[in-house]
C-alpha cells in the first residue's frame, strides 16, 4: 500500500525557517517524481515544487522561488522541503504528492498526482 | 502561466441529480488535464486524469470530457458520499495549476 507521510509542521515566527520531510513507503521512491502542494486555510490548492527521481531536475512555483528548497534521499525514502524567511501567507497545509507520468507535452513528460500525504500544517505568525 | 477557472463556485444539488463542473483553461492544454476530490481535513484524491480517463478505483458515475481549452466533469447520479470540493488541474506544463475548487453542497 503506498504511503505518504508528511512531518516537521508547526508554529513559526515571520522570517523563521522549517523543514518539512514525507516519508514514502509501498513503493519504489527512487523511481517517481515528487511533488509538494500547499492550501491555506479554507482556500485553494497551489502547487509549490517539483523534483524529478533522481533529484537532478527542480522546479518551484514563482511565490517560493529563492525561500525554498525541495530535495530527496532515495536511500531513505523521504522527500524534504526546507523553506527559509517565511512569511505570513505561506501559512497553509503542506502535502506531498507522487507524481505519475501522464504523457509527453512539447515540455517533456508531465504527470498528475496519484497518491497524497495527509499534510502538515505549516503556520507563520508572530 | 496558465490559468484554471472552474463554475460554479459553489453548487447545490440533490441526492440522484446529474451534476457537471467546468473547467476552463488560459491556453490549450490537449487533454493534460486531472479532477480530484476533496473532502473537509483531508487529502485530495485523483478521480480523472488525461481529461476523460477513470482512475482505478473511482465509481463509474464520475465521468470527464474535454479538450484544449474546456473541460467537464459530470457525476451522472449524486450520492452522499459525493458532497465535496472538486478540483481541476493541468499539468500540460512544468507548473502545474488548479482551478479555484467547486464545493458541492446538499440542496
Known amino acids: 500500500e503506498v504511503q505518504l507521510v508528511e512531518s516537521g509542521g508547526g508554529l513559526v515566527q515571520p522570517g523563521g525557517s522549517l523543514r518539512l520531510s514525507c516519508a514514502a513507503s509501498g513503493f519504489t521512491f527512487s523511481s517517481y517524481e515528487m511533488n509538494w502542494v500547499r492550501q491555506a486555510p479554507g482556500k485553494g490548492l497551489e502547487w509549490v515544487s517539483y523534483?524529478?527521481?533522481?533529484?537532478?531536475?527542480?522546479y518551484y512555483a514563482d511565490s517560493v522561488k529563492g525561500r525554498f528548497t525541495i530535495s530527496r534521499d532515495n536511500a531513505k525514502n523521504s522527500l524534504y522541503l526546507q523553506m527559509n524567511s517565511l512569511r505570513a501567507e505561506d501559512t497553509a497545509v503542506y502535502y506531498c504528492?507522487?507524481?505519475?507520468?501522464?504523457?509527453?507535452?512539447?515540455?517533456?513528460?508531465?504527470?498528475?498526482?496519484?497518491?497524497w500525504g495527509q499534510g502538515t500544517l505549516v503556520t507563520v505568525s508572530s | 502561466d496558465i490559468q484554471m477557472t472552474q463554475s460554479p463556485s459553489t453548487l447545490s444539488a440533490s441526492v440522484g441529480d446529474r451534476v457537471t463542473i467546468t473547467c476552463r483553461a488560459s491556453?490549450?492544454?490537449?487533454?493534460?488535464l486531472a479532477w480530484y476530490q476533496q473532502k473537509p481535513g483531508k487529502a485530495p484524491k485523483l478521480l480523472i486524469y488525461k481529461a476523460s480517463s477513470l482512475e482505478s478505483g473511482v465509481p463509474s458515475r464520475f465521468s470527464g470530457s474535454g479538450s484544449g481549452t474546456e473541460f467537464t466533469l459530470t457525476i451522472s447520479s449524486l450520492q452522499p458520499d459525493d458532497f465535496a470540493t472538486y478540483y481541476c488541474q493541468q499539468y500540460n506544463s512544468f507548473t502545474w495549476t488548479f482551478g479555484q475548487g467547486t464545493k458541492v453542497e446538499i440542496k
Open positions: 491556453q490549450s492544454i490537449s487533454s493534460w
Open positions: 504528492a507522487r507524481e505519475i507520468s501522464g504523457g509527453i507535452t512539447i515540455f517533456g513528460p508531465v504527470g498528475y498526482f496519484d497518491y
Open positions: 523534483i524529478s527521481s533522481s533529484g537532478s531536475t527542480i
